[in-house]
């Protein structure tokens, strides 16, 4: 297969791009970006983002992914918990600020790491029809503890999103799903932004303690 016959597919799938998989990605890409900014945003825009794509990865995929589909019902319901711990204050100040994680938050997050990953893994292939158990389940089981981090408000957080992100391309292009490569590529390099950042605004927050 060479480039031009990769750029054409490329294009028809762009073409065929189903409407809510469009909205979904709009969503999800602000989500991020607000996410880098440290911004309560990332939550409702999310949540937009998350449910549409589940649908996508459910009721589009040929065959389903399903881990990809469960993942994000999973990124709702931490959207709602990360809200409300972005929002809560205590003495005028937030009660998460940006920060890096205690030895007891980076083993809950490698276990829902490694706990999900194996599970899904399983699942998915002793269960489904999915073509991509392995990918699917690293992609899921990363972003897992992605986003327990991140509604914890953790620098950790990023650095799992790179891994899940970079898997989630070649997972993404292989399915078909274009504009979703192209967000997962965005999202990586948001992801190496907001580490940047998150990294430097721990430091400040440690030097002010």
């Not at 205590?90 to 994680?101: H, L, Q, R, V």
């Not at 490698?110 to 392995?134: D, Q, Y």
């Not at 430097?200 to 303690?209: D, M, P, Q, R, W």
Request: charged fraction near 15%; include cysteine.
């Amino acid at each position: 297969m060479d480039w031009q016959h990769l750029f054409r597919q490329f294009v028809t799938d762009i073409k065929s791009t189903h409407w809510q998989e469009w909205i979904s990605t709009v969503t999800q890409v602000a989500s991020v970006w607000y996410a880098r900014k440290n911004n309560v945003l990332v939550y409702p825009t999310g949540i937009i983002g998350v449910l549409l794509a589940s649908y996508v990865y459910f009721y589009v995929s040929a065959p389903p992914l399903y881990a990809d589909a469960t993942l994000n019902i999973y990124y709702f319901i931490m959207s709602v918990y990360g809200w409300y711990n972005w929002t809560k204050k205590k003495n005028d100040a937030f009660e998460y600020p940006i920060s890096w994680c205690n030895k007891k938050d980076l083993s809950i997050g490698i276990g829902f790491f490694a706990s999900s990953w194996l599970i899904l893994f399983f699942v998915l292939k002793g269960f489904t029809n999915s073509n991509t158990p392995l990918l699917d389940s690293l992609v899921s089981g990363s972003a897992v503890a992605a986003f327990w981090w991140m509604a914890k408000r953790k620098v950790e957080n990023w650095i799992a999103w790179i891994v899940s992100n970079i898997v989630a391309i070649p997972l993404n292009f292989y399915k078909g799903f274009m504009l979703f490569t192209l967000m997962y590529v965005l999202f990586l390099i948001l992801a190496w932004m907001g580490y940047v950042s998150w990294k430097k605004e721990a430091v400040n927050t440690t030097k002010t303690v």
